[in-house]
Each structure stands twice: as C-alpha cells, then as structure tokens.
T-cell receptor, first 114, second 109 residues
Framework: DAGVIQSPRHEVTEMGQEVTLRCKPI?????LFWYRQTMMRGLELLIY????????DSGMPEDRFSAKMPNASFSTLKIQPSEPRDSAVYFC????????????FGPGTRLTVT | RKEVEQDPGPFNVPEGATVAFNCTYS??????FFWYRQDCRKEPKLLMS???SGNEDGRFTAQLNRASQYISLLIRDSKLSDSATYLC??????????FGQGTTLQVKP
C-alpha cells in the first residue's frame, strides 16, 4: 500500500521566493497534518484538516504560510515569501477517523532557504 | 516550560543492555500517550501506544503514571537496530499530538 507521499523531497530556494510543498495522504484517511521539524524547536504541528476542512491552524507561524486541501487526496503548504528561518524539514501526516491518534508520516520535504 | 519534556541524551549503551527513557508532561488533561521512533533523516513512526495498565511489545515495555504525569519506555536486550531517536507524544483527544524533543539512543557493538 502506498504511504503518505510528499513532493518535492528536497527544495533549495532563495529568500523571497514562493515555495509550495505537496502532500497526498493515504487513501481513505480523512485527517491530514502538516508539521515542521528543526533542531531548535523539534516537531511542531502547523495545521491540520479533517474532511478537507482546516480545524486548527494555530501553529502556522505567520501570514506568509498558507495551506489548502482542495480534495481528500491532495494538500499544499505554501510559503510566500520564503525566509532563511523557514529552513526545516516539513512533514505531512494522515490518519483515519477511527484511529485519530495513529498518524502516518510522509518522508518529508527538506527545505533550505538561502 | 515545554508541554512534553524528555532528556535528549544521547544514551550510549552496549548491545544487549537494558535502557529506560522517561518523559514528563505538564497538561493533566492529556488523554492519550505514545512513543514514536525516528531514524536519522527519516520520518517519525509509531512505536507503541501507552496504556494506564502498562503494555509490552516484545522487548519494549511502556508505562504510564498519571499521578506523577510521566511516561516511560524500557528496551531490553538492545540491538544495533534500536539506535534512533525516541519521541514521547501526548494528546488531549483533540487530534493534536504534542511531541517531545526526543531522546537519542546509540547502541554500540
């Protein structure tokens, strides 16, 4: 079975550029989570969706970050404009309604902003 | 103060050793507890849930002490393949998992 799919796996961009990260959750899962991981702050939840609706976006650092889930099989996390402090690994995870707490993570996107 | 606190380690142990990690959480409303494992440059993966009565999965034993608000993970007969970072995770049944910073384990031959 396919797990959570993320693209790109690595992204290097210059400060000020727009960055779009993509995620395809596991088929049948109705909750999707975006996380950011850095050495300093660990793993932080940015936003999560349930049935394509954003439920909690309190972790989104600022207005430069936005996330969408137009359908059950696709989500994007956009950073515009990007800054060097956005450099991190961004993980997408999904879970099913019956086991809300068991989250399955994608391989992550390693973002470097220079 | 972080909501979930762990000793970052690293814990360096020889193969075959028994090692234990503890984790404390500050929010008494926390309802569900987990240990996730993360290998270097990989994604976190669920290792085991932690139940009030304690639970065991092979060489791994997890314990929960609600009164003292701590969770433990015991690994017996350590293998080289156990080398990883172990993340303590709590949930207030809101769907929002709170991750600790992780404890790094290095098992040496």
């Amino acid at each position: 079975d396919a797990g959570v799919i993320q693209s790109p796996r690595h992204e290097v961009t210059e400060m000020g550029q727009e960055v779009t990260l993509r995620c395809k959750p596991i088929s049948g899962h109705n909750s999707l989570f975006w996380y950011r991981q850095t050495m300093m702050r660990g793993l932080e939840l940015l936003i999560y969706f349930n049935n394509n609706v954003p439920i909690d976006d309190s972790g989104m650092p600022e207005d430069r970050f936005s996330a969408k889930m137009p359908n059950a099989s696709f989500s994007t996390l956009k950073i515009q404009p990007s800054e060097p402090r956005d450099s991190a690994v961004y993980f997408c995870a999904s879970s099913s309604g019956t086991l809300l707490n068991e989250q399955y993570f994608g391989p992550g996107t390693r973002l470097t902003v220079t | 103060r972080k909501e979930v606190e762990q000793d970052p380690g690293p814990f360096n142990v020889p193969e075959g050793a028994t090692v234990a990690f503890n984790c404390t959480y500050s929010n008494s409303a926390s309802q569900s507890f987990f240990w996730y494992r993360q290998d270097c440059r990989k994604e976190p993966k669920l290792l085991m849930s932690v139940y009030s009565s304690g639970n065991e999965d092979g060489r791994f034993t997890a314990q929960l002490n609600r009164a003292s608000q701590y969770i433990s993970l015991l690994i017996r007969d350590s293998k080289l393949s156990d080398s990883a970072t172990y993340l303590c995770v709590v949930d207030r049944n809101t769907g929002k998992l709170i991750f600790g910073q992780g404890t790094t384990l290095q098992v040496k031959p």
